[in-house]
C-alpha cells in the first residue's frame, strides 16, 4: 500500500523527541530546524532531564543518552518557554508524529501541568 502526505509549506519547523524509557516516556532530548523559504535557517538542540534521570538500556542503544549526559540538564518546565517560542504559529513537521512527537510531547506537558497552545503537527 503506498500513503500519500501533504507537502509541507516553504516555511516550517521540523522537530524530533526523543525519550529516556519506553515506560514514563520522559523528554530527553527536543530538537528542531527552522525552515524559511525552504532552506533551514536555524537548528537548536536541548538536552533535557528526564523525570528521575532514569533511562532505559534500549533507549540508550537508540540515542546514546545515559544519566550522565543529562546530570546538569534542565527539566523540561525550564526550557518549554524557550521551545514554544519555535512551535507557536508554525507548521510543524516531525518523522513519527502521529507514533512518537505528538504522544509523547502531550505525556510530558501533562506530566508537568505544562498549559500550551494546542500544535498541529503534521507527518
Given at each position: 500500500m503506498c500513503t500519500t502526505y501533504k507537502t509541507p509549506s516553504r516555511d516550517f519547523v521540523a522537530i524530533d523527541v526523543e525519550y529516556a524509557t519506553r515506560h514514563d516516556q520522559s523528554i530527553c532530548q527536543f530538537g528542531l530546524a527552522v525552515v524559511r523559504n525552504a532552506k533551514i535557517?536555524?537548528?537548536?538542540?536541548?538536552y533535557i532531564q528526564p523525570q528521575g534521570n532514569k533511562y532505559d538500556e534500549q533507549t540508550t542503544e537508540v540515542h546514546g543518552m545515559t544519566s550522565e549526559t543529562t546530570a546538569d540538564c534542565?527539566?523540561?518546565p525550564e526550557v518549554w518557554?524557550?521551545?514554544?517560542m519555535y512551535l507557536d504559529g508554525s507548521e510543524i513537521w516531525a518523522?513519527?508524529?502521529i507514533s512518537v512527537e505528538v504522544?509523547?510531547?502531550?505525556k510530558n506537558l501533562r506530566a508537568y501541568a505544562i498549559h500550551h497552545t494546542p500544535?498541529?503537527?503534521?507527518?
Open positions: 535557517v536555524e537548528v537548536r538542540s536541548w534542565p527539566i523540561l518557554p524557550e521551545i514554544a518523522h513519527n508524529a504522544p509523547v510531547i502531550e500544535y498541529v503537527i503534521n507527518r
